[in-house]
T-cell receptor, first 112, second 117 residues
Framework: GENVEQHPSTLSVQEGDSAVIKCTYSDSASNYFPWYKQELGKRPQLIIDIRSNVGEKKDQRIAVTLNKTAKHFSLHITETQPEDSAVYFCAASIGGSYIPTFGRGTSLIVHP | GAVVSQHPSWVICKSGTSVKIECRSLDFQATTMFWYRQFPKQSLMLMATSNEGSKATYEQGVEKDKFLINHASLTLSTLTVTSAHPEDSSFYIC?????????????FGPGTRLTVL
């Protein structure tokens, strides 16, 4: 089955800096890659996603890039703010069956 | 985005009792819902896929007789933890698949924290 690796497990940045979280996947058939943000004790919230027919997608301060050849995708957050502090999960799935495999999560800490 | 609710948000029960958790899609129909378990500071572990009108598909290592899933309507799936034991204490999260508008997006419920004494 699919295997998703996520790095780093913890990321600490100063407010205003950029943050990058990277994920790799194993199944070349995967074609949908969502990113979720989970604050402590709350539900994961979809923040951005990308499908395999595009290489990059941007939404204000967040962007996701996908390299299908290398089977990796990354989340980029610019101008980080303290409220960006949370655990971020990447996931990969095959469209149609849509059973995503999650990465282990990255705890992002943004220091004011 | 679409809204998924879960009830109860937390429950404390005695060892040996059964606990039912409800997952509802409030503003869309979901033929597929997923049940996850999450331990502190860990990722989401898929337990089973719940399909409306048919039997759930359980992941390897998940006991189907222990975790009963019923998806009786397009907006409701239930997870019953039978004969709960302390090791079943965890955060259980459901999600529902929204296929409206040609999209295929998964929305999570707020989770249920189960504590078994």
């Amino acid at each position: 089955g699919e295997n998703v690796e996520q790095h780093p497990s913890t990321l600490s940045v100063q407010e205003g800096d950029s943050a990058v979280i990277k994920c790799t996947y194993s199944d070349s058939a995967s074609n949908y890659f969502p990113w979720y943000k989970q604050e402590l004790g709350k539900r994961p919230q979809l923040i951005i996603d990308i499908r395999s027919n595009v290489g990059e997608k941007k939404d204000q301060r967040i962007a996701v890039t996908l390299n299908k050849t290398a089977k990796h995708f990354s989340l980029h957050i610019t101008e980080t703010q303290p409220e960006d502090s949370a655990v971020y999960f990447c996931a990969a799935s095959i469209g149609g069956s849509y059973i995503p495999t999650f990465g282990r999560g990255t705890s992002l800490i943004v220091h004011p | 985005g679409a809204v998924v609710s879960q009830h109860p948000s937390w429950v404390i029960c005695k060892s040996g009792t059964s606990v039912k958790i409800e997952c509802r899609s409030l503003d869309f129909q979901a033929t597929t819902m997923f049940w996850y378990r999450q331990f502190p500071k860990q990722s989401l572990m898929l337990m089973a896929t719940s399909n409306e009108g048919s039997k759930a598909t359980y992941e390897q290592g998940v006991e189907k007789d222990k975790f009963l899933i019923n998806h009786a309507s397009l907006t409701l799936s239930t997870l019953t933890v039978t004969s709960a034991h302390p090791e079943d204490s965890s955060f259980y999260i459901c999600s529902a698949r929204d296929l409206a508008g040609g999209q295929d997006t998964q929305y999570f419920g707020p989770g249920t924290r189960l504590t078994v004494l």
